[in-house]
């Protein structure tokens, strides 16, 4: 085994599901994800999907500070595809989102990903909720998932 393959390799640019290269052909018009998030999560604010739209209309750079408690790489786009090309080797890779709030930063959106492969992948939404100042995981919200 390489010493890349016991590896979690976050992407070091933000994704939202518009950006991630989903097993599915064409893109889910935003007004329909929406309304799969308002169904799936009824204590989701509408300023905070508003919020997450708006802050993912352009991507941000993930820092070096990010910490991971199990070996992993920071990698761009194109580190991540040469890894798909030698056949994976990868434990994992995964993405996220810029995160929406609302309007007295209690609720948040973002996205994440996490692929295993080029055919066992999921993407989804997470609503968290500011509690006592601690923030609590409200819901998870499945957009996509394929496996191998």
């Not at 518009?18 to 018009?29: H, I, K, R, T």
């Not at 604010?45 to 820092?63: H, M, R, W």
């Amino acid at each position: 085994m390489g010493k890349d393959h016991e590896k979690l390799i976050f992407l070091n640019r933000t994704q939202s599901a518009a950006d991630d290269s989903s097993p599915f052909d064409g893109q889910v018009p935003w007004r329909d994800t929406a309304e799969l998030l308002r169904q799936d999560a009824p204590v989701l604010q509408q300023t905070t999907i508003d919020s997450f739209l708006k802050a993912n209309t352009e991507q941000a750079f993930i820092g070096r500070s990010l910490r991971s408690p199990i070996d992993s790489k920071l990698v761009d786009s194109e580190e991540r595809d040469s890894y798909y090309q030698r056949g994976w080797g990868v434990s994992i890779v995964m993405t996220w989102s810029r995160v929406g709030f609302n309007a007295d930063g209690t609720q948040a959106l973002f996205y994440e990903s996490y692929h295993f492969g080029r055919l066992n992948s999921t993407g989804r939404y997470i609503v968290m909720e500011k509690e006592n100042s601690n923030w609590m995981l409200r819901k998870e919200i499945a957009l996509w998932s394929s496996t191998e």
